[in-house]
């Protein structure tokens, strides 16, 4: 029951936003509406998770709880931030915004909760949707190109995926098992599957699916998307959606285990895992513009999410921590990003010297979410990036390890090469119509600073109901034997 | 083989062939409708008659034989451009390149293990190299628009190997699926109306601001 509130909850308020006529009202409706889910959200996740009906197209298993936990979490503490946005810019149209807005929790809710890959494809696919307008908001030239590459891209990329669900759908249909397409059905009779269609199947979700996660070399929108769209919107675009692709990804993957195809699920994990990381670390050299330096480090995190799930074991849960971590470090990055671009009007590098002698909250945040998303202890991205290099080790991938940790370290310049300048560089001296009339408030603040702290607290303590959420998840996407 | 899904799946593939070769917008928009409104009526050829299929025919058709190109007409009126194709490579290399991948969808959806009904149909080739007309659709033509419709007979590619497993997918997905396709072609037009007030033209060769 709680579930259906869960899911209704934002399309009734999406439905409001869209009649309620005050552009000044209507901001308000984010956090009520953000705080009520993440209320609900903790409802379900506190009490024992009854069994999943198996006919049902609705249900949270472990993996849907601790995804849609991620994303609810991330939304709340967004949502404060939101009202700081819309106070700045009071004077803009913001009924399609929030609208989008609230109706991109609901989608994101559904394919957390979807028990079968139809609907999940639905829902994945109206979240492309309902974001695009959002990319949009600051309507210029860069806008319209990024939400143009966005939607095609993506609608292309999750067309593969329906392709994929098909194929899969036909291996069933091949191999006698069940028809529907609903996972615990699929799970049972996986074995059953025939093999060649299953795996063309799972390469084709795969790729429709890594486009929406943008694991290199499906890419390509990334960049233009977070670079052009308002910090709010890159945060959870970065920290929420991935999130629930990477989700999608790991229906599949769950799906092949079952039918014992462990060895190409690894290799095309891993493939494309470590190629993000390649990627990231190419492009985040001499990056000189921090929102799109954040979207090569969201490329390099999803590649991190992927080899620890390829690796298996002890890094399976790592990467669960770590898609966490990820969600709620991004979240810190690009909201404080947001306000440095705001406060500068320009989100390059050259033109963004110095933000700490101006903008002394927001700059820090930046700085400490930077040493956060690289891995510096000890923040709790340093501690989940740690386990998944432990279960490498310990699975004695020796080379990969390495590997790993030699691509994180070129990260690590590359990024501190434009975020120190950024941050700590020479202040230049604004002439009186540069300067822009932003001033740091509570609410543009606070969210960041409430993610960041919890960032930290994770690193250095956490709790027990969340080690157990991380195990149930890793459980069921366990690659080795 | 001359039954009537083989009828209307070589209908297909010739209007990919037609779609590929016309440099008219419009009777490109209108073959992609016609396309999908052909393909909405193979659901009822292939299953029992159930109320499910009959919606599923009636939901395709309506959507991509009429509301579909409803919405792509109403996008280039409010564009007012001109009203041809520009591709980047010319029609004669495009219609090469299809008549390949359709050669080699026809040999490859031989090779693959299709249940024995399935077999030496002509369902798996006409969804290949539909699937592969819409791919070239989206990288050899310019504009916005062209690329909308390579992205809508992509789906019909997918659509037509659907409808051999309609019965996997419950009827409220597959009005979902149909529907979210809906309002991407709508947002896509509302994009495409943005980005010719922008620059004027629809040219997707000005979208390179943003580059590394």
């Known amino acids: 029951m709680l579930l259906y509130a869960v899911i209704f909850l934002p399309f009734a308020a999406a439905a409001l936003a869209a009649v309620l006529p005050s552009d000044r009202l209507r901001p308000w409706l984010i956090p009520i509406t953000a705080l009520l889910h993440f209320a609900l959200v903790l409802g379900i996740t506190a009490t024992a998770a009854p069994a999943v009906n198996p006919n049902s197209l609705l249900g949270l298993d472990a993996l849907g709880r601790f995804i849609l936990f991620v994303v609810s979490l991330l939304y709340a503490a967004c949502s404060f931030y939101a009202l700081g946005y819309f106070r ?6 913001n009924r399609i915004f929030i609208t989008a807005l609230l109706a991109f929790l609901g989608a994101m809710t559904i394919a957390a909760a979807s028990r079968h890959l139809g609907l999940l494809w639905v829902a994945v696919e109206a979240t492309t949707l309902v974001s695009a307008p959002m990319i949009y908001y600051n309507r210029n030239r860069f806008s319209i190109e990024a939400t143009w590459k ?31 397409l609903l996972l615990d059905q699929m799970l049972a009779s996986a074995s059953l599957y025939s093999k060649p269609w299953l795996r063309a199947g799972f390469v084709f979700l795969l790729v429709g699916f890594g486009t929406k996660m943008g694991l290199a070399p499906l890419h390509t929108w990334k960049p233009d998307a977070y670079g052009e769209a308002p910090g709010l919107v890159g945060g959870l675009l970065a920290g929420g959606l991935t999130s629930v692709a990477f989700l999608a990804i790991l229906r599949a993957v769950q799906i092949m285990i079952a039918a014992g195809e462990q060895v190409l699920v690894r290799q095309m994990l891993l493939a494309l895992g470590v190629l993000s990381l390649i990627f990231a670390a190419v492009f985040v050299i001499r990056q000189r513009d921090i929102k799109r330096m954040l979207a090569y480090s969201s490329v390099e995190h999803m590649g991190i999410l992927v080899i620890g799930v390829a690796v298996g074991g002890l890094a399976t849960y790592g990467a669960m921590f770590h898609v966490l971590n990820n969600a709620l470090t991004k979240g810190v990055l690009f909201m404080t990003a947001g306000n440095i671009h705001r406060h500068y009007g320009s989100k390059r590098m050259c033109e963004t010297q110095g933000a700490l002698s101006v903008l002394p909250y927001s700059a820090s945040l930046f700085l400490a979410g930077f040493l956060a998303i690289t891995g510096s202890p000890p923040f709790a991205p340093f501690m989940s990036e740690f386990t998944i290099l432990r279960g490498m080790f310990a699975g004695g991938h020796l080379v990969l390890g390495a590997l790993f940790i030699g691509l994180l370290v070129v990260i690590f310049i590359g990024m501190g090469g434009t975020v120190l300048p950024v941050t700590m560089g020479p202040h230049l001296e604004e002439t009186e119509d540069e300067a822009s009339d932003y001033r740091e408030t509570l609410l543009t603040i606070g969210s960041p600073l409430f993610l ?27 690659v080795t034997p | 083989m ?10 297909v593939i010739l209007f990919n062939f037609f779609i590929l070769g016309t440099s008219r917008l419009n009777t490109c928009i209108r073959s992609v409708a016609l396309q999908g409104a052909l393909l909405s009526l193979l659901p009822l050829f292939l299953h029992t008659l ?9 939901g395709a058709f309506v959507l991509k034989g009429l509301l579909m190109p409803w919405l792509l007409f109403r996008a280039i009126r409010q564009v007012k451009i001109r009203r041809e194709v520009e591709p980047r490579i010319g029609y004669i290399p495009t219609l090469l390149l299809g008549a390949l991948t359709t050669a080699g969808a026809f040999i490859f959806g031989d090779r693959l293990p299709l249940l024995p009904e399935h077999l030496h149909s002509l369902f798996i080739p006409a969804a290949l190299s539909t699937l592969a007309a819409g791919f070239l659709m989206l990288i050899t033509r310019r504009k916005a628009i062209a690329q ?9 590619g997918i659509f037509i190997f659907g409808t051999l497993l309609a019965e996997t997918m419950p009827f409220l997905v597959e ?6 396709m809906l309002v991407a072609i709508f947002v896509m037009g509302i994009v495409m109306h943005h980005i010719n007030r922008e620059f004027s033209t629809l040219n997707t060769e000005q979208l390179s601001l943003l580059r590394e």
């Open chain 1, 88 to 93: 700045y810019h009071a004077d803009w149209e």
């Open chain 1, 150 to 180: 966005y939607l095609l891209l993506c609608s292309v990329g999750i067309a593969l995926a329906m392709l994929g669900i098909l194929f899969v759908a036909y291996a069933g249909l091949h191999g006698g098992g069940e028809q529907e």
């Open chain 1, 452 to 478: 960041l702290a919890a960032v930290l607290c994770l690193g250095i303590y956490l709790p027990e109901p969340l080690k157990i959420m991380f195990s149930e998840a890793a459980k069921l996407v366990e």
């Open chain 2, 2 to 11: 001359n039954t009537p899904p083989n009828l209307i799946l070589l209908f």
């Open chain 2, 50 to 58: 159930t109320f499910h299929t009959y919606l599923l025919a009636v």
């Open chain 2, 148 to 156: 909308v419709l390579g992205y809508l007979m992509f789906e019909n």
């Open chain 2, 175 to 180: 009005m979902g699926v149909l529907l979210d």
